[in-house]
């Protein structure tokens, strides 16, 4: 498949070639589903607690004798009937995380990048740096590129300046080709390669490469 690499300003500098086994294969619904799903339990912090009738204050002595008074039984303040008792099945700290196969990770990033370019949401630009590392300096060049949408910028290298430049551009997320998130990529109305980086995608997830 080849698309042309765009300058700064929109127009056309050269055709560069996408590895049809990445941009323009068969799409798996289910690995994308299962790469956002395992994205998103990894992220959850899982500190969420509460007491059990064990762990709140309480006396342990019966509150009135069993029989004979004609009011309910009761065992303990500390019963979960009780306000200030204990909770039933409430939640305990816990790790939500949990390992996806790479071949699966690999499926569906290949399954996303042809989704994007059948919409035509992918553009392939030639590469820059925002020597300055302001953040307007970084919104004058992509707003020539792309509409002020969500958009998912894939650079070549880890640029700490650029990424410095993005970071308060609420549109904007920017992501190195190595490290791809199936979420970011998905939900992105608009994907804005830089040049190296889909050469680096096309050797990284092309043909033979799992």
């Not at 064990?54 to 039984?73: C, D, F, L, M, T």
């Not at 551009?169 to 970011?184: E, G, K, S």
Request: aromatic share 6%.
């Amino acid at each position: 498949m080849t698309k042309q690499v765009l300058s700064l300003d929109g127009s056309d500098l050269r055709p560069i070639e996408l590895e049809d086994d990445v941009f323009d294969t068969k799409v798996s619904e289910g690995s994308i589903y299962h790469a956002i799903r395992n994205e998103l339990a990894n992220v959850r912090v899982g500190t969420a607690s509460t007491k059990t009738r064990g762990e709140v204050n309480g006396s342990k002595r019966k509150p009135w004798r069993q029989k004979g008074i004609g009011r309910a039984r009761a065992g303990r303040r500390r019963s979960p009937v009780w306000v200030g008792g204990g909770v039933t099945f409430g939640p305990k700290p816990r790790d939500f995380s949990y390992r996806l196969p790479k071949k699966i990770k690999r499926l569906a990033i290949r399954s996303i990048l042809t989704l994007k370019q059948r919409e035509d949401r992918i553009k392939i630009v030639e590469d820059f740096r925002i020597e300055t590392g302001k953040t307007k300096d970084l919104v004058s060049v992509l707003k020539k590129l792309v509409s002020e949408e969500k958009t998912v910028v894939i650079i070549g290298t880890d640029d700490p300046i650029l990424k410095r430049a993005g970071a308060n551009i609420p549109w904007v997320r920017l992501l190195t080709y190595n490290r791809l998130r199936a979420h970011d990529i998905f939900y992105g109305k608009n994907l804005l390669l830089l040049e190296t980086a889909a050469q680096g995608i096309n050797t990284m997830y092309g043909k033979g490469e799992g």
